[in-house]
């Protein structure tokens, strides 16, 4: 375990598309508020009602590279060469520090790379019940070809084959089940011995160290 200071927990939730990640997500943040959403950093120009630093972190093009030079970032991806988007790992540490818990939302190729930076992260892999159950979720949103339908399940595939690298796997057949799956890993995380720093003076009148 890498020595860290941070008090709360860096929840990393990823799976393939159509899985219902996003719903897991807003369901958690809705059912526990003093989790926090972690807020991305990107090139694109704002739209009508983001807010800087609330939507997300608005940067020009040589600003987002320079933090890539610095190594600012917790993973980043630049979509068709159009725009960056990435995860300030200041701004997380700074939540961290501070007590809260940060959720973030991100593809499997990005939670690899936020556990190879933040050993520390907890990564949660959404899966489905079966993949004919992805490919009915995918159909169903009406916005997919059929083409597309097929190229996504075959990434599916690809991805889950990333399934051992993550700490948990949660199935995401009843919505409220995978919710209260991944409370419980957060829940379990809380209480990991390495985060307790609030019973330190408790371990020194023991004379021992945590």
Do not use: H
Not at 41 to 53: I, L, Q, S
């Amino acid at each position: 375990m890498v020595e860290t200071e941070a008090k709360g927990v860096l929840l990393v939730l990823s799976g393939p598309s159509g899985v219902g990640k996003g719903t897991v997500c807003k369901a958690l943040l809705a059912r526990n508020p003093e989790v926090k959403l972690s807020v991305s950093a990107t090139t694109r120009a704002p739209r009508p009602g983001e807010v800087e630093g609330v939507s997300y972190f608005f940067k020009t093009r040589e600003e987002f590279e320079r933090m890539i030079a610095a190594g600012e970032f917790l993973e980043y991806m630049d979509v068709f060469g159009t725009n960056y988007y990435g995860t300030p790992r200041a701004y997380v540490e700074q939540q961290l520090f501070a007590g809260d818990d940060v959720l973030l939302e991100i593809d499997v190729k990005g939670a690899m790379n936020v556990k190879r930076i933040f050993p520390e992260a907890v990564l949660v892999f959404i899966a489905p019940p079966s993949m004919e159950t992805l490919k009915k979720r995918l159909v169903g949103r009406g916005t997919e070809t059929e083409d597309a339908v097929k190229r996504r399940t075959q990434e599916a595939f690809a991805e889950m084959k990333l399934m051992p690298k993550y700490d948990y796997v949660v199935v995401n057949d009843v919505l409220e089940d995978a919710v209260s799956s991944v409370e419980t890993i957060l829940e379990a995380e809380r209480l990991r011995a390495w985060r307790r720093t609030d019973l330190t003076n408790l371990c020194k009148e023991a004379g021992t160290d945590l």
